[in-house]
């Protein structure tokens, strides 16, 4: 499976953008698929996650009620919407998908896509 990660970009703070993950490959309806990101000088985090149906997700707690995750499996494609963006948003995101669970996508990621810049402006 190949990713490729797109829509980031400047934002200021309490607005939205929405990122969007391509993917390729016959298989990628049987992956969990999810979000990720790298601020500045620290380690890359997880944001969300989404089974391989669409209908469960799971995100970290500083991103609940504001980001929400999605894909569309004919389209192949995985979204993250992001709304009431804040400064500390500020990352590298980037897309990944697993052949695991929701919850423990972090420690299971199969294929990774490159990140997409997202800065958000106080």
């Known amino acids: 499976v190949q990713l490729q990660a797109s829509g980031g970009g400047l934002v200021q703070a309490g607005g939205s953008l929405r990122l969007s993950c391509a993917a390729s490959g016959r298989t990628f309806n049987n992956y969990v698929a999810g979000w990720f990101r790298q601020a500045p000088g620290k380690e890359r985090e997880f944001v969300a996650s989404?089974?391989?149906?669409?209908?469960?997700?799971s995100a970290t707690d500083s991103v609940k009620g504001r980001f929400t995750i999605s894909r569309d499996n004919a389209k192949k494609m995985v979204y993250l919407q992001m709304n009431s963006l804040k400064p500390e948003d500020t990352a590298v995101y980037y897309c990944?998908?697993?052949?695991?669970?929701?919850?423990?996508?972090?420690?299971?990621?199969?294929?990774w896509g490159k990140g997409t810049l997202v800065t958000v402006s106080s």
């Open positions: 989404i089974s391989e149906s669409g209908r469960v997700t």
């Open positions: 990944a998908v697993a052949q695991g669970t929701i919850a423990t996508i972090q420690n299971s990621v199969n294929y």
